[in-house]
């Protein structure tokens, strides 16, 4: 280790990984406690708090127990073993779950009540809706219930991990011995059932099958009953480069995770201490991960309510409409537009569409050869699964990559694979040891002057759904250079290939970080040369310690960095002679941040690139990713500006002190949300259209040429 970087390396110069993710899923917390958001997106953001948590725990923490039971006692960047990590989770934890209870049972249950909105509990219920409401049981859920009974001869059942079970303590009528049993919340009903003679009046299933729970158990009187969860170790670990079938080892995998170890135990409060103790005996669970839940357990079950409410369109957020640039519909010839000229996506203000009919056409256009393309993530009903199907039917070449080892992706995108092979696609798997996280696609086209490449490089997945809540960005372009490193890219997926360089393109494993230092290190060497230095950065999540060194070096130098980081961020700021020059924010609000840019200074050049990956290790290191210029003088101009709205961003932003997140001051300013700003940009687009279209019509007889697009986006001080 060279000096320099040992001097960077010190473990108070670092935050934990997991801790900084737990203020990360606190910033999305404070969402639901603002009274400034719509009451009925609070309860999303309540619920999405619960996601992120349960996934956190099926990944990272059994990541952790895993070392702990090995005995490692290497230490993390910050000085952290895994046991005093899970220590440390489990304090914050605990603190999390109660404000989350806290601000369902103190803030949102009263102001719903207070719309006409309610969650009923049985107590409450009138004599009618009670009569409807067993009659809903005996019909519906009876039938479907399976009580399953813990003795000698019948073992504790297994529990499906995130299931919602009742246990039951009973004692036989007949010998007076005491019993215990389990009943499973069958998920093939919605969490809450509908209530009759109230609108928007609803009850949590469990509390109706709690309510009747006694008829499954004749000649038993039910001394107490109550609701638990189990989360289980869901990481998948596919040993591929042991594997000759990688989509087999998958499968097996899925299978096989579902057997996980416990990792948490969530319990209702007040579950009677024998049966709490009885759960803990069976299941083996570690006391720090045990949970007492004031509430409903399991909060996720809120991103779905408002969809199921009627009316009161005033607590959502306002709909908003994405604009489709003219030029990348299906009214006319894409491919005509993107040799003329690079276009620049950021979704959701400018549609997704856009992206689906690049495939679309590729599909359609006889003079497309064929179509190469990398899959991540795509939603259950892809319209881009169901073109690149007709592409292959049609006697085009496809090749997809499908990355079958995508977290909590893999059965759907093992479906896709097959559906893909059906269809005449041909489908790889990943790479050996690696996870494909780029996102391009890549189209051949025999044009009038010979073959070109067409290419859509994006920072976020190929989904049409998340498309319309994650903030990503990508660039359709036919740029020779980056059409030939496309070409390279697939060539080494495929097959067996080594491209001696790429013009253009920089691919991780290694090379985006090699490109990231030299580019860090101009930045060092001008800021030592009296010359202006400057770096802006924005991802996802900051964790690579060896990035994080870097970083400080050049702040040490001089170099004013800015750094915009949704999630994790191991960085800590305001260290003397370390971070004295980096400002850190972060913009959590209505859209999942998601996209990547990296700009540097470079003695006025500016040069500005998007990316695939975040400067996490697993990026840099373990997965195929793309970072790729924004050359065009417009688009490079638009994505400066976009950067800077976000970083005069005063609302939903939050700047981080020493390794804390804390919203930032905006006294004497004026209020800007640069997602609202995209939007209301976004809006005069489309009306700017409108009303070109109807200036058109109301001059018959003059043709009305399409106008190029002008990529207005303002200042932030607009």
């Known amino acids: 280790m060279s000096e320099i970087k040992k001097k960077y390396t010190k473990p108070e110069y670092y935050t934990n990984r997991e801790l900084s993710w737990l203020d990360f899923n606190a910033r999305v917390l404070e969402e639901a406690r603002n009274t400034g958001n719509p009451l ?25 127990y895993k070392l702990a039971a090995g005995g490692v006692q290497s230490v993390d960047s910050s000085g952290m073993t895994a046991a005093a990590q899970i220590r440390a989770i489990s304090k914050c934890e605990h603190e999390a779950v109660a404000e989350r209870y806290n601000i369902y049972n103190k803030s949102l249950l009263p102001e719903l009540e207070r719309e006409g909105i309610h969650i009923r509990r049985i107590k409450e219920l009138t004599d009618r809706q009670y009569d409807v409401l067993r009659r809903f049981y005996d019909d519906e859920i009876y039938p479907v219930l399976t009580p399953m009974a813990d003795d000698s001869s019948r073992p504790f059942p297994f529990l499906k991990n995130d299931s919602l079970n009742i246990a039951v303590q009973l004692v036989d009528d007949t010998t007076q011995d005491k019993k215990f049993a389990t009943v499973r919340v069958p998920d093939v009903f919605p969490r809450f059932i509908p209530l009759t003679e109230e609108e928007n009046a609803f009850i949590l299933a469990e509390d109706v099958i709690r309510e009747f729970l006694h008829t499954l158990f004749h000649g038993f009187t039910i001394e107490s009953a109550s609701a638990y969860r189990v989360t289980r170790d869901m990481d998948l670990d596919v040993a591929d480069q042991d594997a ?20 948490r135990l969530e319990v209702e409060a007040g579950m009677e201490p024998e049966l709490c103790d009885h759960l803990i005996e069976r299941l083996g669970v570690d006391e720090n991960a045990i949970y007492h839940i004031h509430g409903p357990i399991d909060l996720t079950f809120l991103k779905k309510l408002p969809g199921t409410i009627d ?74 699964i169901k073109y690149l199907g007709q592409a292959a039917q049609a006697g085009k070449q496809v090749t997809v990559l499908v990355e079958v080892k995508a977290r909590f992706d893999e059965q759907n995108n093992v479906r896709w694979s097959r559906q893909l092979e059906k269809m005449g696609c041909h489908v790889i798997y990943g790479l050996v040891g690696l996870k494909t996280h780029s996102k391009i696609a890549l189209v051949i086209r025999r044009d009038e002057d010979g073959i070109r490449r067409y290419l859509h490089l994006g920072t976020g997945n190929y989904n049409d759904v998340t498309a319309h809540f994650y903030t990503d960005m990508g660039l359709f372009t036919s740029d020779r250079d980056l059409g030939v490193d496309a070409s390279n890219l697939f060539n080494m997926l495929s097959g067996y290939s080594r491209p001696p360089y790429f013009h253009k393109l920089h691919i991780s494993p290694r090379y985006i970080r090699k490109f990231i230092y030299e580019k860090v290190d101009a930045e060092i060497e001008a800021a030592k040369a009296g010359r202006p230095a400057l770096i802006k950065m924005k991802m996802n999540s900051l964790s690579d310690p060896d990035v994080i060194a870097k970083l400080y070096e050049a702040s040490a130098a001089g170099v004013k960095i800015q750094l915009i980081v949704r999630g994790i961020c191991c960085l800590r700021t305001g260290i003397p002679g370390v971070s004295d020059n980096i400002e850190v924010h972060s913009i959590v609000g209505r859209f999942l941040e998601h996209s990547r840019i990296y700009y540097f200074y470079h003695d006025g050049n500016e040069d500005v690139y998007l990316a695939s990956a975040d400067m996490m290790t697993r990026n840099l290191d373990r997965r195929v990713e793309l970072l790729f210029p924004v050359e065009q003088e417009d688009l ?26 804390t919203h930032i001051n905006r006294r004497n300013q004026e209020p800007l949300s640069s997602q609202d700003r995209f939007i209301d940009q976004a809006a005069r687009q489309i009306e700017k259209q409108k009303a070109a279209r109807r200036e058109a019509k109301e001059t018959p007889g003059v043709f009305t040429p399409m106008q190029r697009h002008e990529e207005t986006i303002e200042s932030p001080s607009r």
């Open 40 to 64: 009925l997106e609070r309860l999303n953001f309540l619920g999405i708090t619960q996601s992120n948590v349960d996934e956190f725990f099926m990944v990272r923490v059994a990541s952790l």
């Open 244 to 263: 000759p079938d990688l989509l087999r080892a998958v499968q097996t995998q899925l299978r096989a995770r579902e057997h996980g170890s416990v990792m």
């Open 311 to 384: 009316g009161h369109d005033a607590l959502r957020y306002q709909p908003f409409e994405s604009y489709k640039h003219p030029d990348l519909t299906m009214d006319g010839n894409i491919f005509e537009h993107i040799r003329a000229q690079d276009y620049l996506m950021q979704h959701p203000y400018d549609s997704f569409s856009s992206v689906v009919n690049f495939i679309h056409q590729a599909a359609t256009d006889p003079d497309v050869l064929a179509i190469k393309m990398t899959l991540y993530r795509v939603s259950s009903g892809s319209p881009i």
């Open 636 to 661: 490079h101009q638009r994505t400066m500006r976009i950067f800077e709205i976000m970083w005069a961003d005063n609302v939903q932003a939050r700047l981080l002190v020493c390794d804390r997140f």
